[in-house]
């Protein structure tokens, strides 16, 4: 098996040091080595929970593999293990043994994930996507962690530079008993150097730069997608409409007070087009379900990706219809999709008939914190919601929306 320089080095001092250790973080860049090393280290921490388990006397000792949702560690940490040959039998209650010792599962993105390790006493954990984490899971995670020589291991991508993680734990690396490593996008030598170069070459500037390749805690301060050029994004209403288009998609974020808005986008070679927006506020859904009509009279039956915050108004739209579905909702990868179609020129506007976007493109900004202000980003999230979601619609392996036959309309 292959390893990286990087990762040679960090199992050479976990070695070294593992009768010290009590955390060890692995935090950078993505496609780093970073989770395939943990998977390694996993194996290893097993094996020594057993030996170590064993010379206490307790028969049946138990590991704890956490992730954001169970759904995360299947694709993230169970599917790699079986790709490695480790044979992984669960049981009903989504536990199987592994080298004499019981591995449980829990999710960490609500505080649901306690209940599944409430009591318990566990030599080990290992804890995906850790940053995602809810902070009251992962210290019940921790205090679980009481068996002889029990070490929590973790893998994480940055996250804002004021995040619990980095300035409770991985700043403190050294200190009682924790190991931070950082990884960048090249310390993976395992990856091809030509996908390498066009992989930098497509991730947007600025705080993704950051955070996907270099592997830094950066906040975004800015606006969130500056390399929107309205001079080479820009149609016209006629060159729009006069094109052909393989599928059309409507994002919906609703509101009441606040405006809701209606972004209607079609999509062709790889690029989408904004057609028009419907934008307004304190409308009833009554006003709302007569505009869904109206586009699906004119684009065909169509999907629409709605906002989850009002799921009655999904309902009445189903029931006048409408091809609604509950849209993903993640915000940082909804705008890196979003943000990756705009560095390579794959996003247009018909700008002139947009009001609302030519306002809130340009007042869409991250917050000092790195999260983004939750202001002028009505028509923004519902972008949003089209572009990932067609995006997870398209990479069946990932999709967790809805069947694909029917996002695509066969059903």
Not at 214 to 234: C, H, I, Q, R
Not at 296 to 308: A, N, S, V
Request: hydrophobic letters at 40%; charged letters at 25%.
């Amino acid at each position: 098996m292959k390893l990286s320089a990087k990762q040679h080095q960090v199992i050479a001092e976990v070695n070294r040091n593992l009768e010290d250790l009590s955390l060890i973080v692995l935090y950078g860049a993505k496609r780093s080595g970073k989770t395939f090393l943990n998977n390694l280290l996993f194996l290893m921490m097993v094996a020594n929970a057993k030996k170590n388990a064993d010379e206490v006397g307790v028969a049946n000792p138990q590991y704890i593999i956490a992730g954001y949702t169970m759904s995360n560690i299947k694709r993230n940490i169970i599917a790699e293990l079986q790709n490695m040959g480790i044979k992984i039998q669960m049981n009903k209650y989504n536990e199987f043994e592994l080298m004499g010792v019981r591995i449980v599962q829990t999710s960490t993105g609500s505080i649901s994930g306690i209940g599944r390790i409430r009591g318990m006493t566990a030599f080990g954990a290992y804890i995906n996507e850790a940053s995602l984490c809810n902070r009251l899971v992962f210290d019940e995670i921790r205090s679980r962690c009481s068996g002889k020589g029990a070490v929590v291991i973790c893998d994480t991508n940055p996250d804002n530079p004021e995040h619990w993680l980095l300035k409770d734990y991985i700043e403190k690396s050294g200190e009682d008993g924790i190991r931070a490593y950082h990884f960048e996008f090249d310390d993976n030598e395992m990856l091809d150097e030509g996908y390498k170069k066009n992989y930098k070459a497509t991730v947007p500037t600025g705080m993704l730069y950051d955070r996907n390749i270099k592997g830094l805690w950066v906040s975004g301060e800015g606006a969130v997608y500056p390399e929107f050029n309205k001079d080479t994004m820009t149609v016209t209403r006629n060159n729009a409409f006069e094109q052909s288009y393989e599928r059309f998609m409507v994002g919906v974020d609703w509101g009441f007070n606040h405006p809701t808005a209606f972004a209607v986008i079609g999509f062709k070679d790889g690029k989408y087009t904004l057609m028009e927006e419907h934008v307004d506020n304190k409308k009833p859904i009554d006003h709302w379900i007569n505009v869904a009509k109206d586009i699906q009279e004119r684009f065909g039956d169509i999907i629409f990706y709605c906002d989850t915050a009002n799921p009655e108004h999904i309902y009445d739209l189903k029931q006048n219809g409408i091809r609604a579905f509950k849209a993903n909702k993640n915000v940082a990868n909804g705008i890196e999709a979003v943000a990756d179609k705009i560095h390579n020129n794959k996003f247009n506007v018909v700008y002139d008939d947009c009001p609302t976007f030519r306002s809130e493109i340009y007042r869409y900004v991250w917050g000092k914190n790195g999260d983004v202000v939750k202001e002028n980003d009505h028509l923004m999230d519902a972008i949003r919601y089209v572009i990932y979601n067609d995006k997870l619609a398209m990479e069946q392996n990932t999709m967790d929306i809805a069947d694909l036959a029917k996002l695509k309309g066969y059903m």
